[in-house]
């Protein structure tokens, strides 16, 4: 079963181009599914059967999985032996009538205006780090993009003239262009003449951010930045790079951003995944309304 999960994510990375978010937690889930098989001896994919399936389901229910989770989990299953069964290792899908549990539709959680700006005056722009940071975030913010592209732009990805960056997607390669405004063109030509030649390491590099180290900025890295700077700007809720992409296009859609700009910015397969920040800028009116209006 192993060797046959292997082949699956072969496949989900070099045929279908699936992202490397998709690509980790299938794998992450059907290999949790396989070490239960092996656990009754079950050691082969064809051995598998719609009763071990539903055992399997039950299971995840005992140990407090979400429908979120566990929907997941039956989708990687669906997707793992149809695989098998197109390439004849299998000959039945035991995952076919299958069902997901139905899972609750939430909203993403979102900054307001205010919040973002307190982040965003956060940096110290009298010390190295912080002149970095200050672009980093400006960069961010101003573009939509996501922590795994951020940390990967070149500096031949940026048009300083035009005012965009070119997001390049490692998985799909369909690039985007995406503008930025003032405060991040100037947070950026501070980063370039103060603060970018003095922190690299390699001075022939091409990455436009690195650490404190002169190395390429790390996911992890980037978090912990986010993460300090909320605590510093006094921000209660959960912070991190996800909840500001997501307060990014819900500012653009309440200021009139029609759903196709943003699904083009932010990378988005289908315009569906951007109808969710409409939802997010109706219930923050509804929110404000229920506090505001005196006869509510």
Known sequence: MKKSIEDFVFYMTDVKKMSLSTVQSYQRDLNKMRTFMESIG??????????????????????????????????????????????????????????????????PSVLSIEEVERILNQPDESTLKGIRDKAMLELLYATGIRVSEIVLLKVSDLSMEMDYVICRNQVSYKDRVIPFGKSAK?????YFSSCRDMMMKDKDSDILFVNCKGKPMSRQGFWKIIKEYGEKAGITSEINPIIIRHSFA???????????????????????????YEDVKRQRLRTVYDKTHPRN
Do not use: C, W
Request: proline share 3%.
């Open 250 to 276: 819900t500012h653009m859609v309440s200021n009139g951003a029609d759903l196709k700009s943003i699904q083009e910015m932010m990378g988005l397969s289908d315009i569906s995944s951007a109808r969710i």
């Open 186 to 190: 100037r947070a950026l030509s501070h």
């Open 42 to 107: 079950i050691d082969a994919v064809d051995k598998v059967t719609v009763t071990n399936i539903n055992t399997y389901i039950l299971k995840l229910e005992k140990d407090g999985m979400s429908a979120a989770t566990i929907s997941r989990n039956i989708a990687a299953m669906r997707s793992f032996f149809r695989f098998l069964l197109q390439n004849k290792q299998i000959d039945y899908e035991p995952v076919e009538f299958l069902k997901a549990p139905p899972v609750e539709k939430k909203l």
